[in-house]
Nanobody, 120 residues
Framework: QVQLVESGGGLVQPGGSLRLSCAAS????????MGWYRQASGKQRELVAS???????DYADSVKGRFTISRDSGKNTVYLQMNSLKPEDTAVYYC??????????????WGQGTQVTVSS
């Protein structure tokens, strides 16, 4: 079973930066899509950014130009660099990975979530 461990959340002032990390472990053969989602209090979970195995990225309009998603395939880790943070970025951020694990079955795993709070 593929497990995800997130880190890097915390409290930051508006305009500040944070870097989230998500490390995957288990019998991973291939990670097809890695993504970051967030859920603010009282709102639905939404996709923030995603990256494919071919390094094709996609971003929510609200974070374009401020957030950057990247991956280190050798470490089975995905990152989310968040700059120019705004109070409306406050949410619990979740990592999601979809791919193939041994013995040859698909997986769709979620991390436990990490709180990001942007406040002065």
């Amino acid at each position: 079973q593929v497990q995800l461990v997130e880190s890097g959340g915390g409290l930051v002032q508006p305009g500040g930066s944070l870097r989230l990390s998500c490390a995957a472990s288990g019998s991973i053969f291939r990670m097809n899509v890695m993504g970051w989602y967030r859920q603010a209090s009282g709102k639905q979970r939404e996709l923030v950014a995603s990256i494919t195995g071919d390094a094709i990225t996609d971003y929510a309009d609200s974070v374009k130009g401020r957030f950057t998603i990247s991956r280190d395939s050798g470490k089975n880790t995905v990152y989310l660099q968040m700059n120019s943070l705004k109070p409306e970025d406050t949410a619990v951020y979740y990592c999601n990975v979809r791919g193939v694990e041994l013995p040859w079955r698909g997986f769709d795993s979620w991390g436990q979530g990490t709180q990001v709070t942007v406040s002065s």
